[in-house]
């Protein structure tokens, strides 16, 4: 599967427990968007990297959010001392060098549960 | 901020019957994207459109982008099962960032 690939597909955590999320992106595909997609809503971005640099953060993402892509290839998203607020469905997508950012491609998604 | 408003909210259709979704945007977007979603993944992207005025047909999905650039529909001819699913719009401006803002989906029901 050369699709963008997203791990885990689903997290039940505690409140106040740590999770860290995984997206690998489709190969060579050197934007990498994070959105949050909340039930009955569409997703919403929270930040996106051009290969390693982190170009924009949405005011959705608070200071427990955190997200990395340290080799400009897969990325995480970390969510510290996670609050039932966090439930949410995290996308990932990536966008290859050649296009002119448009048309994204999703991963599945992790399914977070906050309890 | 940039806000788009998806109608209808939701549609319950019989199979082989059209329909016809749109949204409206309160600021202009250089492009204009149609996903589809099913249950528990990802977007799946149907089609994009990059011009004012642009129609474009993708089977029998067809969308285009509003002259004024605050708004597009997506019409499905003879509609089937298999096409049930949330759609969702998104638009792009004229930054360089290409990051999308998603209006909150159209749920779509097709009975046999």
């Known amino acids: 599967d050369t699709g963008v690939s997203q791990d885990p597909r689903h997290k039940i955590t505690k409140r106040g427990q740590n999770v860290t999320f995984r997206c690998d992106p489709i190969s060579e595909h050197n934007r990498l968007y994070w959105y949050r997609q909340t039930l009955g809503q569409g997703p919403e971005f929270l930040t996106y990297?051009?290969?390693?640099?982190?170009?924009?953060k949405s005011r959705l993402l608070s200071d427990r959010f955190s997200a990395e892509r340290p080799k400009g290839s897969f990325s995480t998203l970390e969510i510290q001392r996670t609050e039932q607020g966090d439930s949410a469905m995290y996308l990932c997508a990536s966008v290859p060098a050649i296009l002119a950012y448009n048309e994204q491609f999703f991963g599945p998604g992790t399914r977070l549960t906050v309890l | 901020g940039q806000q788009l408003n998806q109608s209808p909210q939701s549609m319950f259709i019989q199979e082989g019957e059209d329909v016809s979704m749109n949204c409206t945007s309160s600021?202009?977007?250089?492009?204009w994207l149609w996903y589809k979603q099913d249950p528990g993944e990802g977007p799946v992207l149907l089609i994009a459109?990059?011009?004012?005025?642009e129609l474009t047909s993708n089977g029998r999905l067809t969308a285009q982008f509003g002259i004024t650039r605050k708004d597009s529909f997506l019409n499905i001819s003879a509609s089937i099962p298999s096409d049930v699913g949330i759609y969702f719009c998104a638009g792009q401006d004229n930054t360089n960032a290409g990051k999308s803002t998603f209006g909150d989906g159209t749920t779509l029901t097709v009975k046999p």
């Open positions: 990297f051009q290969n390693e640099a982190q170009l924009e």
């Open positions: 459109l990059y011009k004012a005025g």
């Open positions: 600021s202009i977007f250089n492009t």
